[in-house]
């Protein structure tokens, strides 16, 4: 086996301002064993860019998010996102995801298609209304899933332009210093520390008033808990939501014959979305390193206890070896076991919300605007741990 004598090369290699996978990745895995690679900020870490060895590294409890918290984890940004569920391990993780975990079951989500479905329908009726151009973002992308995550846990939706500032910075890499990073960090805290008073004073049917009466009725978690709890459902519930969208466009329309496809037969949404969310590289890089809690052979290479393990899940996603025609779109793709949601202990809480509204948001794309196109440069997020459209003019 292969040791840790392995030079570190730069990373990430994607670039922020398209949606290819680098080539470097491809490259990698054909090679023996893992990668060292070295991030701008933090420890070398081990690459994992299999999907095999990406469902070991995120499945195996032997590898631990809990201990990035005693490292210099390998990050992109001086600043660094620590507590809350993401640097949990079990059980301190299945107490506090069980809290939140039945709010977003297959079963609720599902009674909020409708809603969702009707949202999604008035945000391009209002855009149709207005005219071309459009920004598909502004006026879509980003209200869609604002609006549902607000109403679940019980926000404002008035206070979006507040929270996107807040949601941008927590997901910057290198627009903020440690110190500012942190500074917006507790404006947001303290932003959520006030609704959850006034929940405590004005009870609601929300997911915000069920997490406080976890807290004060039951000491199921502490009140830092509850802030960072109610932050990082706010923050995910949106986020990854309202790049994907536009991400999913772009695509389409890369590939002229698969969205003609999909618009013949409007069937084939459900399974879209998974070969979309399979096909898109939504990272810069990978984040959320895994520590190595003993030493561990992985393809070949002896990762010793103590060493993070970054999983480039766009990469394991593109692995010949688990999809045949790895590299190709195709939207009837069957058996698509992908990793865009992750994979274990921490595998997304709200993929089966993220899941309706992506279909409800290309369904309706479809429905209503079957003519939609550019109608001007994307303009791309930069310095973010995520990729797409700042803005995407469209007409139609």
Same mark, same amino acid.
């Given at each position: 086996?292969?040791? %840790?004598? %392995?030079?570190?090369?730069?990373?990430?290699?994607?670039?922020?301002?398209?949606?290819?996978?680098?080539?470097?990745?491809?490259?990698?895995?054909?090679?023996?064993?893992?990668?060292?690679?070295?991030?701008?900020?933090?420890?070398?870490?081990?690459?994992?860019? *299999?999907?095999?060895?990406? *469902?070991?590294?995120?499945?195996?409890?032997?590898?631990?998010?809990?201990?990035?918290?005693?490292?210099?984890?390998?990050?992109?940004?001086?600043?660094?996102?620590?507590?809350?569920?993401?640097?949990?391990?079990?059980?301190?993780?299945?107490?506090?995801?069980?809290?939140?975990?039945?709010?977003?079951?297959?079963?609720?989500?599902?009674?909020?298609?409708?809603?969702?479905?009707?949202?999604?329908?008035?945000?391009?009726?209002?855009?149709?209304?207005?005219?071309?151009?459009?920004?598909?973002?502004?006026?879509? /992308?980003?209200?869609?899933?604002?609006?549902?995550?607000?109403?679940?846990?019980?926000?404002?939706?008035?206070?979006?332009?507040?929270?996107?500032?807040?949601?941008?910075?927590?997901?910057?890499?290198?627009?903020?210093? /440690?110190?500012?990073?942190?500074?917006?960090?507790?404006?947001?805290?303290?932003?959520?520390?006030?609704?959850?008073?006034?929940?405590?004073?004005?009870? /609601?049917?929300?997911?915000?008033?069920?997490?406080?009466?976890?807290?004060?009725?039951?000491?199921?978690?502490?009140?830092?808990?509850?802030?960072?709890?109610?932050?990082?459902?706010?923050?995910?519930?949106?986020? %990854?939501?309202?790049?994907?969208?536009?991400?999913?466009?772009?695509?389409?329309?890369?590939?002229?014959?698969?969205?003609?496809?999909?618009?013949?037969?409007?069937?084939?949404? /459900?399974?879209?979305?998974?070969?979309?969310?399979?096909?898109?590289?939504?990272? &810069?890089?990978?984040?959320?390193?895994?520590?190595?809690?003993?030493?561990?052979?992985?393809?070949?290479?002896?990762?010793?206890?103590?060493?993070?393990?970054?999983?480039?899940?766009?990469?394991?996603?593109?692995?010949?070896?688990?999809?045949?025609?790895?590299?190709?779109?195709?939207?009837?793709?069957?058996?698509?076991?992908?990793?865009?949601?992750?994979?274990?202990?921490?595998?997304?809480?709200?993929?089966?919300?993220?899941?309706?509204?992506?279909?409800?948001?290309?369904?309706?794309?479809?429905?209503?605007?079957?003519?939609?196109?550019?109608?001007?440069?994307?303009?791309?997020?930069?310095?973010?741990?995520?990729?797409?459209?700042?803005?995407?003019? &469209? *007409?139609?």
């Amino acid at each position: 086996m292969t040791s %840790t004598d %392995t030079e570190p090369v730069a990373y990430p290699f994607n670039e922020a301002t398209s949606l290819h996978l680098s080539d470097r990745y491809a490259l990698i895995r054909d090679q023996d064993g893992l990668p060292r690679v070295r991030l701008p900020y933090g420890e070398d870490a081990w690459l994992v860019t *299999r999907y095999a060895d990406a *469902r070991l590294v995120l499945g195996d409890s032997r590898f631990s998010r809990a201990e990035s918290v005693r490292h210099d984890e390998p990050r992109q940004s001086e600043g660094r996102l620590t507590g809350g569920l993401l640097s949990m391990d079990p059980p301190e993780h299945a107490r506090l995801r069980t809290l939140v975990a039945k709010a977003f079951t297959v079963r609720r989500v599902e009674k909020l298609r409708p809603e969702i479905r009707a949202l999604a329908e008035d945000l391009l009726r209002d855009m149709t209304e207005a005219g071309p151009p459009a920004d598909l973002v502004d006026d879509f /992308a980003l209200p869609l899933p604002v609006g549902v995550i607000c109403r679940l846990l019980g926000v404002p939706e008035a206070d979006r332009p507040r929270f996107r500032v807040w949601s941008d910075n927590a997901l910057s890499t290198s627009s903020l210093t /440690a110190e500012q990073f942190e500074a917006s960090r507790n404006e947001l805290r303290a932003y959520m520390a006030g609704l959850i008073d006034q929940h405590r004073a004005h009870p /609601a049917d929300d997911l915000m008033t069920a997490l406080i009466e976890a807290r004060d009725d039951r000491d199921r978690l502490s009140e830092l808990e509850l802030v960072d709890l109610c932050v990082g459902i706010l923050v995910a519930g949106h986020e %990854t939501t309202a790049s994907q969208i536009p991400n999913f466009l772009c695509v389409l329309l890369d590939h002229p014959e698969q969205f003609a496809r999909l618009r013949e037969d409007p069937s084939l949404v /459900a399974g879209a979305v998974e070969e979309l969310l399979r096909f898109v590289p939504l990272g &810069v890089g990978a984040g959320q390193p895994r520590y190595a809690t003993e030493d561990i052979d992985v393809s070949g290479t002896l990762v010793r206890a103590g060493d993070p393990v970054l999983v480039a899940i766009g990469a394991a996603n593109r692995d010949a070896l688990r999809f045949d025609r790895s590299g190709k779109l195709d939207i009837t793709r069957t058996n698509n076991s992908h990793l865009g949601f992750g994979h274990g202990v921490h595998h997304c809480l709200g993929a089966p919300l993220a899941r309706v509204e992506l279909q409800e948001a290309l369904r309706a794309l479809l429905g209503m605007l079957p003519g939609v196109r550019l109608a001007g440069d994307i303009d791309w997020k930069t310095a973010m741990l995520v990729r797409g459209p700042r803005s995407m003019p &469209v *007409r139609w």
